[in-house]
């Protein structure tokens, strides 16, 4: 699998201009994602999925995905119908990542449902079923779920290319869910997931997919990197929730660790706000020696 490197943007009301500046730099300078975080209940992010289509329409290159579409309050009939429509338009430059939602309370607040544990897991699959079974012009879509049913819907429009669906997770099930039916697993940031625990994560996706006769090689692994590249080495490495802050080697040595230990094939970069000159420094320093290391 190719290894690939993007950069998270957060879909801020207030900067949208700087949004669109990051990911037109992020095209400019070869990389090859832009994800946009996906938070409806917060009260400073504009709506992710308006954000997606600026960010399509002001590059011509770069794939964009939401990083990850709260499905709870993003019913899937209709994320199908969004994400089949973004493809067309930009000539199969759209992918796909869904989650269970994060925040249950702002789920609810804003009128969603209270998914939780293993409810909220089974409704991401239902979802995901749904979405696949849309994509398939010419027939009817008929899915009984607990969580969602839709019921002789015609399927269509099919996307521009195969879209990948990508799930945000990091519990037990959530990760078995992602080896069972995931075209790729978008880890949490470290905060949320400890780094000395996403190689058991591997694990469990790769156990997942075997007992389901799926090869784990075909999934996506997509790792988030928070942090500052900085002049300065690091002492030590990152431990434990610790963001990364060192020199564009030491980034890049981390990542080759990733790949070659925890088996990532993709990097996203969570730049410090929206510090452009860290996406330069990340393109045109971390990149280039990770590939070298990798290659």
Known sequence: MDIRFG?????????LEDVLDMAKAAEDEGLDLVGIQD???AAEFGDTFAVLGACLSA??????YPGVANMPLRRPSMLAKQAATFDLLSGGRFELGV???AFEDGVVAMGGPALAGRAA?????EGIEIIRATWRPGRLVSVRGDEYTVQGIAGGPAPAHRIGIWIGAMGPQALDLVGRVADGWVAPLPNWLPWERWRAAQDRIDAAALAEHRDPRIITRM????????????QPRPRGNDPIQGSAREWAEIIAALHKNARFDTFIYWPP????DQVHRFARRVVPAARELLS
């Open 7 to 15: 950069i998270s943007i957060p879909p801020t009301a207030a900067a």
């Open 39 to 41: 938070h409806p209940y």
């Open 59 to 64: 590059t011509t290159r770069i794939s964009v």
């Open 99 to 101: 989650g269970a939602g």
């Open 121 to 125: 897991l089974r409704a991401l699959e």
């Open 223 to 234: 790792a988030a990197l928070p942090g500052v590249i900085s002049d300065q080495q690091l």
């Open 273 to 276: 706000g929206f510090d452009v």
